[in-house]
């Protein structure tokens, strides 16, 4: 095994139970409950999936799906979802944010006076530490629970791009890939904290946890990397059917397009709508980004009108032309046959002389 790649998936996963027990620990910390310590058990999924990948993959990922990123998700939504549905009322304000600093610049003069006196080095740290916490600890619950989402999806973005990657995806794709998952992850974020932030939205609880349903759901597009990958066909006789051979040729771009519709732009935009329409509720950042995605959703099935069209037409003039209509995301095969073809047709031309050089010498005659 490489050390650098054992570094990086060590490394990584290392920065995702960190953070999951960071979320762990805001939850407790808001409900004063130590039974919420439970959550940090999920961990162990992503402890036992770090051995088997080490062990069976020799710490390289898997073809179209992440298991460390699923893992995470599993490990850390369970704990956003808490801190979202409480929610507490801590005011936020400047004036306790001074105090909170004052407070904790004259507890650090403290325990470092107390730490010369006393037990040296070590208990200066360990004091540091604690008042550190605390310090923390005083931050407001919302302030806590937007920078979790924050650093969530960014972790999700850096440690994508630390894992090592496989033997089946490139470098390029992979840059491919984590251009889309910035953008994902701003348009998640945006959602998020511009419906959640409503008034009128945080007092009714189930319209709390639809949003948040419809939030994870979009969150499940980050394992998977079919976006920047083909899937492999075989030129097989139930692989000749229209459907099969346009999933074969667009595969990734008929995910996008999924995505888009089915589990991004089209759900945000039916929230969205339920939002305004039913209940009665208008801003403009809710307003502009129901256009966005009314937009995107219309751009996504014209994409998917033209890639339909496009098709087609190639298979009807392949058809006419009497071609067998072979799978065209392998080209690699297709080449190498186009080309032993030709190899042949040349070995036979040149096998067999011209009629007009063999019917020369009878002409002199």
């Keep these: 095994m490489e050390p650098m790649v054992l570094l990086n998936a060590l490394v990584t996963r290392l920065l995702f139970v960190l953070h999951s027990l960071i979320g762990v620990w805001r939850v407790t910390a808001v409900k004063k409950e130590p039974k919420y310590w439970l959550l940090a058990l999920l961990n162990l999924l992503l402890c036992l999936e770090t051995g088997l990948t080490l062990k069976f993959k020799q710490g390289r990922g898997y073809k179209w799906f992440s298991p460390a ?19 507490g009322t801590q005011y936020c304000g400047n004036e306790p944010g001074a105090v909170q600093v004052n407070v904790s610049n004259q507890d650090f003069n403290q325990s ?15 004091q540091t530490a604690k008042v550190f916490v605390n310090q923390l600890s005083t931050i407001c619950e919302t302030v806590w629970t937007l920078a979790l989402h924050q650093t969530f999806l960014l972790l999700l973005v850096v440690g994508r791009w630390l894992l090592p990657i496989g033997v089946e995806i490139t470098r390029d794709q992979l840059s491919q890939l984590l251009l889309m998952f910035v953008g994902t992850a701003a348009d998640i974020l945006e959602f998020a904290s511009e419906t959640l932030d409503i008034e009128d939205v945080r007092k009714n609880y189930a319209l709390i946890n639809a949003i948040l349903a419809v939030w994870t759901w979009s969150m499940l597009q980050f394992p998977l990397d079919l976006a920047v990958q083909h899937i492999g066909c075989k030129p097989s006789a139930s692989a000749r059917r229209i459907p099969s051979l346009l999933l074969c040729r667009y595969s990734a771009e008929l995910w996008n397009i999924g995505v888009s519709l089915f589990i991004q732009d089209g759900p945000f935009f039916i929230v969205r709508s339920i939002l305004m329409g039913h209940f009665r509720i208008f801003n403009q950042m809710l307003v502009f980004f129901t256009a966005k ?6 751009l996504q099935l014209y994409r998917l009108a033209v890639i339909t069209l496009d098709f087609r037409s190639t298979v009807l003039q392949k058809s006419r032309k009497g071609e067998v209509c072979c799978c065209p995301c392998e080209p690699y095969e297709a080449h190498a046959h186009a080309t032993g073809r030709q190899e042949n047709e040349m070995k036979e031309f040149v096998a067999v002389p011209p009629k007009e050089e063999s019917q020369a010498p009878s002409e002199d005659h």
Excluded: A, K, M, Q
């Design 112 to 126: 470092r006076e107390s730490s010369h006196g006393s037990e040296g080095t070590d208990h200066h740290i360990i």
């Design 293 to 298: 995605n009314i937009l995107v959703v219309t």
């Design 69 to 87: 990123i699923f893992l995470y998700l599993i490990c850390i939504v369970p704990s956003l979802w808490l801190l979202e549905i409480h929610h």
